[in-house]
Every structure is written in C-alpha cells, then in structure tokens.
C-alpha cells in the first residue's frame, strides 16, 4: 500500500500539514524542518499526489469522479449527470472505478486522481472508522454515498432511510402485509453506515410503524446488486413457499431482475405481487410492467455536488471553511409494478423531503 503524509509526519516528527506545506514548497517552514520532512520522503518513498501538483502548476479544467462500478446503472447514470453538469461550468470528467476495493479507496483518498483539479468520491469499502482519513486529503474533496460521521470534508447523499421508509409505506397503502425485501448485504452489521443497512432499516421502520410483525425470512441478501442477482434472490424466495403479496428491492438493477422471476413464476405484477425499487434509472419506465421506484434525486446529487468542489477548487485545498452536508429530495414514482402507470407519477402519499443542508464543524 501507498505511503501516506500521515506515515512521513510521524518519522519526522512533525505535523502532516508541515508535510504537506514541504511537499507544496510553502517558504514559511524552518530549513531543518524541511531537511527532516525530506528525509522521511526519501527514506519511505512518498509520492506527493498528483492533483496537488496540479494545482500548484495552474488548474487543469478536469475534475474527477470515483464511483465503486459504472455496471450498476445508478453510478452510470450519476456519471452522466456529473458530466453534464460540469459542462455548464467549462470543466471536463475523467471517471475512476473501483471495484469496491478498500486498498484501493485509500490510495485514493492519497494521491486523488492524476491530472485532475479535484474530486469527487462515492466509496463503497470505507466507513465511519476511517473518518480520520479524511483529515489528510489535501485537495478538494466531495463525498458522495453514505455520510463518514464527523468527517471533514463536504458531502452530497440521499435519504436512504426516510425514502426507503416511503416505498415500503407506499406498498402497505395498498393492502400489502407480507412485504419481501431483496438486497441486503451480507457484512452490513459491519457496515453501518451501507445504504443496503440505511434502506433495510427504513424497511423495518415502516412495517413497526404499520403494526406488521418483521419476519427476517423475508429479508434476502444479495451481493452484489446486478439483475440476475435479483432474479435469483426472487426465485429463491418463490421456491421458499414463504407467502408474499409485495417485494421491495434496494435498487432497481435488482428489481428488473425480481420482475423477470416473478414472470417466470406465473406471479402476475402488481395483482400477486406489487414490486417497487430504488434508483429510478431510466429503464424502469421502460419494462412490461414498468417499475415503480424511488427517485433519490441523482441530478441534484450531481448538481449540488459538482458547485461544491468548483467552490473548494476557488478557496484552495487548504481552506478551513466548514465542512458542508447535503441531503437531495425523493419522490415516489409510481408504475405499473404498483399499480400506476407505464410513464409513472410520483405517489400522493409520497413524503417528497424537502432537500437538507448543513454547516457542519468538521
């Protein structure tokens, strides 16, 4: 694994801000200070990320953008957004997959991505316990995905819980009570900040609240989120005999693959089974029956997101200003699958939340 500014900050016995001010050439450091630092580098081989040097030679009109994999559809369709929305400012994506390696994560979160002004980042392997990592970025930075608690960086997310929470309700609104939900993921009681926990626990907290007994028999876990896997989940569950009348999918990947198994089943959509995901990608709308979902918000995710880093990219990567957290609306859009129609509306019932942001301390 990479060295980190940490790791040179703790043999030379100084700060990693005195790293990163010797890295950068910043004048203001005493001459055996910066012989120490330098030793540490060249005795553990450092390398200085690219995007500082970046910024230091003159900005790039590139930023980037690192999402786990552009298979699953929301990530793609993100992409796509943050693209569009960093063209109206005159800036240019490069796009990084990670595969959802954690090694890989942090050698991001050290070097950024070569050539690029900043970044934009939705980890899937880091959490709460890595917050500290977060403290030695030194260039603009925006999260994405679930909220590192007291991590100091700006972060753009989505309500997983209280969106989760609408699906789920919208289905008990029409008579369903054995609500099946695929998706969970097999470590989230290690991750507890995972989207597939978030959405399992929304799941949860609208059966309680409708007085309908959990049964854990109903919850399948799938990983990863592709459509087979959904199909095969849903398969599973049809030759369980458990009795359902209603599936909620924690994507939409997940519920196209739900619905193919139900057809294949003979469970005629919505009649048997009502099936709503989670995503709105662009193809929901576009199956026989076409699937309800909810809509996160994507777009002003990457809207939001982008005007973030632009104004961090202008204050420079060692500003101090607050951390900033933002939570984009949703809406519940209804289909076929639920009993809508194949364009979809968003539900009367839905609990559009109204879009959140914070001033965080760091």
Same mark, same amino acid.
Do not use: C
């Given at each position: 694994?990479?060295?980190?500014?940490?790791?040179?900050?703790?043999?030379?016995?100084?700060?990693?801000?005195?790293?990163?001010?010797?890295?950068?050439?910043?004048?203001?450091?005493?001459?055996?200070?910066?012989?120490?630092?330098?030793?540490?580098?060249?005795?553990?081989?450092?390398?200085?990320?690219?995007?500082?040097?970046?910024?230091?030679?003159?900005?790039?009109?590139?930023?980037?953008?690192?999402?786990?994999?552009?298979? !699953?559809? *929301?990530?793609?369709? @993100? $992409?796509? =957004?943050? /693209?569009?929305?960093?063209?109206?400012?005159?800036?240019? &994506?490069?796009?990084?997959?990670?595969?959802?390696?954690?090694?890989?994560?942090?050698?991001?979160?050290?070097?950024?991505?070569?050539?690029?002004?900043?970044?934009?980042?939705?980890?899937?392997?880091?959490?709460?316990?890595?917050?500290?990592?977060?403290?030695?970025?030194?260039?603009?930075?925006?999260?994405?995905?679930?909220?590192?608690?007291?991590?100091?960086?700006?972060?753009?997310?989505?309500?997983?819980?209280?969106?989760?929470?609408?699906?789920?309700?919208?289905?008990?609104?029409?008579?369903?009570?054995?609500?099946?939900?695929?998706?969970?993921?097999?470590?989230?009681?290690?991750?507890?900040?995972?989207?597939?926990?978030?959405?399992? !626990?929304? *799941?949860?907290?609208? @059966? $309680?609240? =409708?007085? /309908?007994?959990?049964?854990?028999?109903?919850?399948?876990? &799938?990983?990863?989120?592709?459509?087979?896997?959904?199909?095969?989940?849903?398969?599973?569950?049809?030759?369980?005999?458990?009795?359902?009348?209603?599936?909620?999918?924690?994507?939409?990947?997940?519920?196209?693959?739900?619905?193919?198994?139900?057809?294949?089943?003979?469970?005629?959509?919505?009649?048997?089974?009502?099936?709503?995901?989670?995503?709105?990608?662009?193809?929901?709308?576009?199956?026989?029956?076409?699937?309800?979902?909810?809509?996160?918000?994507?777009?002003?995710?990457?809207?939001?997101?982008?005007?973030?880093?632009?104004?961090?990219?202008?204050?420079?990567?060692?500003?101090?200003?607050?951390?900033?957290?933002?939570?984009?609306?949703?809406?519940?859009?209804?289909?076929?699958?639920?009993?809508?129609?194949?364009?979809?509306?968003?539900?009367?019932?839905?609990?559009?939340?109204?879009?959140?942001?914070?001033?965080?301390?760091?």
């Amino acid at each position: 694994m990479a060295v980190t500014m940490r790791e040179v900050a703790a043999v030379a016995r100084v700060s990693p801000k005195t790293v990163s001010n010797v890295v950068n050439d910043h004048p203001n450091v005493h001459p055996d200070t910066r012989a120490r630092v330098q030793q540490a580098i060249a005795e553990l081989g450092y390398r200085p990320n690219h995007s500082a040097r970046g910024l230091r030679s003159g900005r790039t009109g590139v930023i980037g953008l690192a999402v786990p994999e552009l298979r !699953q559809a *929301y990530f793609a369709e @993100l $992409a796509d =957004a943050v /693209i569009a929305a960093a063209a109206k400012r005159g800036l240019s &994506v490069i796009v990084g997959q990670l595969g959802g390696d954690r090694e890989h994560e942090i050698e991001l979160l050290t070097h950024g991505l070569p050539q690029t002004d900043g970044l934009l980042f939705s980890p899937e392997r880091l959490g709460t316990e890595d917050r500290d990592l977060l403290a030695y970025v030194d260039f603009p930075l925006v999260m994405l995905g679930e909220w590192i608690f007291g991590g100091p960086t700006d972060h753009v997310t989505m309500h997983n819980v209280s969106a989760a929470r609408a699906a789920v309700e919208h289905l008990i609104s029409l008579g369903r009570r054995r609500i099946a939900v695929i998706g969970a993921h097999p470590d989230d009681e290690t991750r507890v900040m995972g989207p597939s926990n978030l959405r399992i !626990q929304g *799941y949860r907290e609208a @059966l $309680a609240a =409708a007085g /309908i007994e959990h049964d854990p028999r109903l919850e399948r876990v &799938v990983a990863p989120w592709h459509p087979e896997d959904g199909a095969d989940a849903a398969r599973q569950l049809i030759e369980s005999g458990l009795e359902f009348d209603a599936i909620f999918t924690l994507t939409d990947s997940l519920g196209l693959g739900a619905l193919r198994a139900l057809g294949e089943a003979g469970r005629v959509v919505p009649d048997d089974v009502a099936v709503i995901g989670f995503d709105n990608i662009t193809i929901s709308h576009l199956t026989i029956p076409s699937l309800s979902s909810i809509d996160p918000g994507r777009s002003e995710i990457a809207e939001t997101a982008v005007g973030m880093l632009v104004e961090r990219i202008e204050w420079g990567a060692g500003s101090s200003r607050p951390a900033r957290l933002h939570k984009a609306a949703f809406d519940v859009i209804v289909r076929e699958s639920s009993g809508g129609t194949a364009s979809g509306t968003p539900a009367t019932s839905s609990r559009r939340s109204g879009a959140t942001a914070q001033t965080l301390s760091g």
